[in-house]
Nanobody, 122 residues
Framework: QVQLVESGGGLVQAGGSLRLSCVASGRTFSSYAMGWFRQAPGKEREFVATINWIGPNTVYSDSVKGRFTISRDNVKKTVYLQMNSLKPEDTAVYFC???????????????WGQGTQVTVSS
């Protein structure tokens, strides 16, 4: 079992930055791929970024590539999402997830956090 708790969301002006954190409990954190997803009001949940278990491999959605950076610290059992040059369209609830495979589809992830709200004002 893995429990995930996100933090770091908030209100920021367009062009600003936020760093989201997701702390995991459980002894097998380092064996999981970790992903970030987001869901805006009235929209389906969408993929943002993923990182494999050891950290050198990452994948980003086209909408965040070059602006967001995913990273992980297996000692601290934490995955991060550094978000720069934020846009109003980045406004959403952001979720972290853990899964056995390095994938971009949400159905591939087994464990989910409760989400953290990110609001970007124009």
């Amino acid at each position: 079992q893995v429990q995930l708790v996100e933090s770091g969301g908030g209100l920021v002006q367009a062009g600003g930055s936020l760093r989201l954190s997701c702390v995991a409990s459980g002894r097998t954190f380092s064996s999981y791929a970790m992903g970030w997803f987001r869901q805006a009001p009235g929209k389906e949940r969408e993929f943002v970024a993923t990182i494999n278990w050891i950290g050198p491999n990452t994948v980003y959605s086209d909408s965040v590539k070059g602006r967001f950076t995913i990273s992980r610290d297996n000692v601290k059992k934490t995955v991060y999402l550094q978000m720069n040059s934020l846009k109003p369209e980045d406004t959403a609830v952001y979720f972290c997830a853990a899964g056995p495979n390095f994938r971009t589809r949400d159905v591939e992830y087994t464990y989910w956090g409760q989400g953290t709200q990110v609001t970007v004002s124009s």
